[in-house]
């Protein structure tokens, strides 16, 4: 299972994100305060989840009305009675809701089509799940934290910043939210960082992980890989008490209990 999410997760990546290039600039903010909406599409019904977003079909709806289309929700966002889904800024007139929704997969369930966030999601469920009380098998936590290195390292070399959508003509016609490096590190490192907090095979296997993924980073996202360094080394020093298990904790190693480095 393991093997086979982060599998799903690769190819997402691949598919969704662009290598990032190394003169690449962030994404400007979208600013679309100054245009009225003219159109809002809401959803009825049972909640179900936003499975992908069309991009060509919703790029197309709005060069056609002039306008701007805001998707209002995120891939893998569950959507309740009521709530919108997206919105047509400065439309010269109204877009015929039934193609609107074809811009728009829905279904009962999240899947990994558009969404790298869900592959990291289960990655983290299956090493908390295995970090309880009742199962307690910290070595299914360090292989999940295996994968979830590898999808990190992957996510560095693409550029995340690609929710602006503009035409042939430098137009922008369509905003979707993607998720930031930071929303992505804090998904994989949070939940594991405290359920594994008392686990020295956990916490040597996450020091080694981001040790590793800082240099494989850009720059400008290693600042919040060292964050979760300092959050790591911070929740050692609250779990282990006695300094020689501080130590041994503060060690890295990528079995977690296997070959620790010298000189962390």
Not at 55 to 72: C, D, P, Q, R, Y
Not at 106 to 123: S, V, W
Not at 223 to 229: E, G, L, N, T
Request: some cysteine.
């Amino acid at each position: 299972m393991l093997i086979f999410t982060g599998d799903r997760g690769r190819e997402v990546i691949a598919t969704t994100y662009p290598l990032r290039e190394s003169d690449v600039k962030a994404e400007e903010s979208v600013e679309l305060g100054g245009l009225s909406c003219t159109q809002t599409l809401i959803h009825y019904g049972r909640p179900r989840s936003i499975q992908a977003v069309d991009v060509t079909t919703l790029m197309n709806l709005a060069a056609a009305s002039g306008g701007i289309i805001e998707v209002a929700v995120a891939v893998g966002d569950t959507v309740v009675e009521m709530m919108p889904v997206l919105r047509v800024f400065g439309g010269r007139q109204p877009i015929d809701e039934r193609k609107l929704w074809d811009g728009i997969e829905i279904g009962d369930e999240r899947t990994f089509e558009q969404d790298p966030k869900y592959a990291i999601r289960l990655l983290v469920d299956i090493a908390i799940r295995a970090l309880s009380p009742a199962i307690n098998d910290p070595t299914t936590a360090v292989q999940a934290l295996d994968q979830i290195e590898d999808l990190l390292t992957r996510l560095g070399e693409r550029r995340l910043e690609i929710g602006a959508y503009r035409d042939d003509t430098g137009d922008l016609r369509l905003v979707v939210p993607f998720p930031a490096w930071e929303d992505l590190v804090r998904l994989a490192f949070d939940e594991i960082c405290f359920c594994g907090a008392s686990s020295v095979q956990v916490m040597r296997r996450m020091n080694a992980l981001i040790a590793d993924l800082i240099p494989h980073v850009p720059e400008e996202r290693r600042p919040a890989i060292r964050h979760w360094q300092g959050r790591v080394r911070a929740t050692i020093a609250r779990s282990f008490v006695g300094e020689e298990e501080r130590l041994e904790a503060l060690e890295e190693d990528r079995q977690g209990l296997g070959v620790p480095r010298q000189g962390f």
